[in-house]
Each structure stands twice: as structure tokens, then as C-alpha cells.
Antibody, heavy 119, light 108 residues
Framework: EVQLVETGGGLIQPGGSLRLSCAAS????????MSWVRQAPGKGLEWVSV???????YYADSVKGRFTISRDNSKNTLYLQMNSLRAEDTAVYYC?????????????WGQGTMVTVSS | SYVLTQPPSVSVAPGKTARITCGGN??????VHWYQQKPGQAPVLVIY???DRPSGIPERFSGSNSGNTATLTISRVEAGDEADYYC???????????FGGGTQLTVL
């Protein structure tokens, strides 16, 4: 079964760091491009970052310089390292697969992991 | 940066047709994808490449895209279609994905 499972969320103080993980099964993370998308409570979807199969990475302006996307091919897992966290980073974080065959649509999503930044 | 504009809410009676729009500058030149999100759940892809349906999505869901507006059409609306719907494109100039603000579909 093709699926994504996120872990690593929790309560963190402003200025702190957190690393999210997204374990994939049923497909190879490194053969696809993978993104993180977040959703603040009661708000819409916000794209955060992408890593392409070739390794190139891109970030939303709101997280650039603070967040780092990466993957471990041996573990078939995607990561999001989040540093200098702010209250406005509070959100459910989803990992999603971008499928070239579907014109780059996000066809597989994880269940999400909640990150709360608060003192 | 590229901006997508959706109406905050759309209401429709059961059995009728719902149309949700997504506006963007020359959006007709981009591939538009639509996602359905029910409360407490992850988004689900319902339309990709303007008008194609992933396997498992009912034929009642269709899409179109031209000029400055893309539209998601849901025919014969059912209570189970009540959800938030988001449009999305890739801004190739920045390699950023862009989501619309979302539209809450209410089935009366």
C-alpha cells in the first residue's frame, strides 16, 4: 500500500527546533518529488518546501533560512528540520508526494503531524 | 508571487450543481489541481491537470480552466461532498506550489 506517515510533531517553545519525519511505503521517495504543506488551525493550506528527485530544494519565503528539507534514501524517509520556530509556525504539517504522471499534483498525503509553538 | 483567489464559501442544495472558481493571472496557461478536505482529514486529490480525475473519484467531479479562471464543478451534489476545496498550481518561475485560500462547500 502506498502511504506516508508523519511523526515528530509536538509542543515547542519559540526559538526552538524540531525535526519532522515522513516515512514512505509502497514507493521510493528519491524517485519522486516530495513536499511539505502546512495548515494553521482554522486556516487554509500553505506550501512549505519541495525536494526534487535530483536533490534540488525550494522553500516558501516564510520559512526560508529557518527550515531545511532533506531525505534519507536508505530509510525511504523525508524530513523537515525546523529551526528558530515562531508562534506563526503552529500548524498541522503534511508531507505529500508530487506525481509527475499527474502533472505534478500531490496525489498522496500523510495524515499530518501537529506542531505547536508556544511558551 | 502568484496568487490564487477562491470564494470563501459556496452553498448548494442536494442534487444540484456546485461550481467553485479559482482565479489567477492567466491561470489558463497552468495546470490546475483541486483537493477536497473534510474536517480532521488530510486533503484528497479530486482533479488534476485541469480536468482529469484520479482513480476512485466519481464522475460527478469535473474541472475546466481558461483565461483567468479555473472551475471545479460538482454535479448531483450529495451531503458527503460537504468539505473545503482548494485549487493549486505550480509557479514555475519560483518553483513554488501555490494554493488558493479554499472554499467551504455547504450542502443545504
Amino acid at each position: 500500500e502506498v502511504q506516508l506517515v508523519e511523526t515528530g510533531g509536538g509542543l515547542i517553545q519559540p526559538g526552538g527546533s524540531l525535526r519532522l519525519s515522513c516515512a514512505a511505503s509502497g514507493f521510493t521517495v528519491s524517485s519522486n518529488y516530495m513536499s511539505w504543506v502546512r495548515q494553521a488551525p482554522g486556516k487554509g493550506l500553505e506550501w512549505v518546501s519541495v525536494i526534487y528527485s535530483g536533490g534540488s530544494t525550494y522553500y516558501a519565503d516564510s520559512v526560508k533560512g529557518r527550515f531545511t528539507i532533506s531525505r534519507d534514501n536508505s530509510k525511504n524517509t523525508l524530513y523537515l528540520q525546523m529551526n528558530s520556530l515562531r508562534a506563526e509556525d503552529t500548524a498541522v504539517y503534511y508531507c505529500a508526494r508530487g506525481e509527475r504522471g499527474l502533472s505534478d499534483a500531490f496525489d498522496i498525503w500523510g495524515q499530518g503531524t501537529m506542531v505547536t509553538v508556544s511558551s | 508571487s502568484y496568487v490564487l483567489t477562491q470564494p470563501p464559501s459556496v452553498s448548494v442544495a442536494p442534487g444540484k450543481t456546485a461550481r467553485i472558481t479559482c482565479g489567477g493571472n492567466n491561470i489558463g496557461s497552468k495546470s490546475v489541481h483541486w483537493y477536497q478536505q473534510k474536517p480532521g482529514q488530510a486533503p484528497v486529490l479530486v482533479i488534476y491537470y485541469d480536468s482529469d480525475r484520479p482513480s476512485g473519484i466519481p464522475e460527478r467531479f469535473s474541472g475546466s480552466n481558461s483565461g483567468n479562471t479555473a472551475t471545479l464543478t460538482i454535479s448531483r451534489v450529495e451531503a458527503g461532498d460537504e468539505a473545503d476545496y482548494y485549487c493549486q498550481v505550480w509557479d514555475s518561475s519560483s518553483d513554488h506550489a501555490v494554493f488558493g485560500g479554499g472554499t467551504q462547500l455547504t450542502v443545504l
